[in-house]
């Protein structure tokens, strides 16, 4: 038998996570998606690198060999014939994709530094040596050199940054359009019941007008929202396209949280809105049920409706006196979290008397399919059941589904059990509410006979209490 109890099944499916309230920035917009390519050709005075005629040519290590300079000479020579060599960085000119611009212009930076200071140390050794008239006309065409490239990758760097604010200019302006001119304040009532549910127990005008704040238990219910702006402008200013790449109709979802005497959380219906609903709407009806205790009744096809889920969510739980249920309402497109933004909540308070509870008992009917096995054959799992949900729960009736089928090894196809599947239906002792749990009933099998009985169940979902 699966070791959670049911109650604890029961709290995981009904735990609802808050929905999200975003703030709601001045302006927030897609992030920038890049400039692509840029092309920033060198400066017309930029230099070329000498050819290797033109370069420079050692001294011979005999002719300064006794010079007191000498080290001093043998490193600026190398220093002035490496940055030389068409391949030194120096001569670099690229169009920087990877943003490598600053590393090259470091070595380039730091091999002047090196030569520069070299230089200074010659003439303080050596100030006759006889080159170095050359070797300043030399470094002076490096510097020219290195100038043209740190000018040339600051314009390649400009470029770029040009191109990505162009992109993201041409983004900004993409997402500003996809704000929309929505209907605005439809009335001084309106202004004043922003981000609010309102109840009443006939269908209440945009206006507002016949809003109450307490119902009877029988009474229709009829509920509306009004918002800051619609749906569309609230998940824009949020940041969500609700029509990303791919997707271009724009519908979106409102979806209606209910908590009674600030219980678990429950949904209680989801409105569908087409793109034009969306973009327009600054007021909506939200739920519109007729009484609860007079007019036809309620069948399973009935199940995700708004007023089929009060009678079995709300309704049920409700003792004679009085209850509050607090409503929430968020909307969510595909690009919008799974919670959702919030944009309206109210509270009603719900008076009962016994007699309207009793009639509210009698509406609803749940039509079950025969059992597909005698009630011989499922008495072990019926005892079972009713010792594991006794505190509780009462067991209304047990009825499977499908014949015994056998389950084997993948490999050896030996047979390990047959199971068959069923429902149990539950009446709650406490709150009085009924729900209906998909079980398996599986029978092992040791190689000679089937036995002893076993079950585990899947999520409950609450269904109202006459059967038939």
């Known amino acids: 038998m699966h070791a959670r109890t049911h109650h604890a099944i029961l709290v995981a499916t009904l735990t609802l996570a808050p929905a999200v309230a975003l703030a709601r920035p001045d302006k927030k917009a897609p992030p920038p998606r890049g400039g692509g390519e840029v092309k920033v050709l060198p400066g017309a005075g930029a230099p070329s690198a000498p050819d290797e005629s033109a370069r420079l040519k050692k001294t011979p290590l005999n002719e300064y060999n006794k010079n007191p300079g000498k080290k001093e000479i043998k490193k600026v020579e190398d220093l002035i014939y490496n940055l030389e060599k068409p391949a030194a960085t120096i001569w670099q000119w690229k169009q920087d994709p990877e943003g490598h611009a600053h590393r090259d212009v470091g070595y380039v930076t730091r091999g002047m530094t090196d030569l520069e200071a070299a230089l200074v140390a010659i003439k303080a050794k050596e100030p006759s040596w006889r080159r170095i008239a050359e070797y300043e006309q030399r470094i002076a065409f490096l510097r020219i050199a290195a100038a043209a490239q740190a ?36 009335s001084d009532a309106h202004k004043a019941s922003m981000g609010t549910i309102r109840f009443a127990t006939a269908p209440l005008a945009v206006s507002g007008a016949g809003a109450t704040a307490t119902v009877d238990v029988g009474d229709p219910l009829f509920l509306r929202a009004y918002f800051a702006e619609s749906v569309w402008n609230t998940l824009h200013t949020a940041g969500i396209d609700c029509t990303p790449e791919g997707r271009a109709d724009g519908s979106g979802w409102i979806r209606t949280w209910a908590q009674l005497d600030g219980g678990e959380a429950f949904e209680l219906e989801t409105l569908t809105l087409d793109r034009a609903a969306m973009e327009a709407r600054t007021t909506s009806t939200l739920t519109e049920a007729g009484s609860l205790t007079k007019g036809g009744t309620y069948t399973n096809p009935d199940e995700k409706r708004a007023p089929f889920r009060w009678l079995t969510q709300v309704a049920v739980r409700i003792r004679p006196g009085t ?3 607090r409503l929430e309402a968020v909307v969510w497109c595909p690009g919008a979290s799974h919670a959702g933004i919030k944009i309206a909540s109210g509270e009603v308070t719900i008076r009962a008397t016994a007699a309207q509870l009793a009639e509210v008992g009698k509406r ?3 039509k079950m399919a025969p059992s597909q096995h005698p009630k011989a054959r499922l008495a072990p799992w019926r005892a079972a059941m009713i010792k594991h949900y006794a505190a509780e729960w009462e067991l209304l009736d047990l009825r499977s589904t499908t014949e015994f089928g056998l389950r084997r090894d993948e490999k050896t196809s030996v047979v390990l059990s047959r199971v068959a599947g069923a429902v149990i239906l539950l009446r709650h002792k406490q709150h009085g509410h009924c729900e209906l749990v998909s079980v398996s009933l599986t029978e092992p099998f040791d190689g000679r006979t089937y036995g002893p009985q076993q079950w585990g169940y899947a999520e409950p979902r609450p269904f109202v209490c006459n059967l038939s």
């Open 151 to 186: 000018k040339h990758y600051r314009n390649v760097a400009a470029a770029k940054d040009k191109a990505e604010a162009d992109v993201e200019a041409a983004a900004q302006a993409a997402w500003a359009a996809k704000r929309v001119t929505d209907e605005g304040m439809t």
């Open 323 to 325: 209850a509050k249920v």
């Open 364 to 366: 609803g009917s749940f």
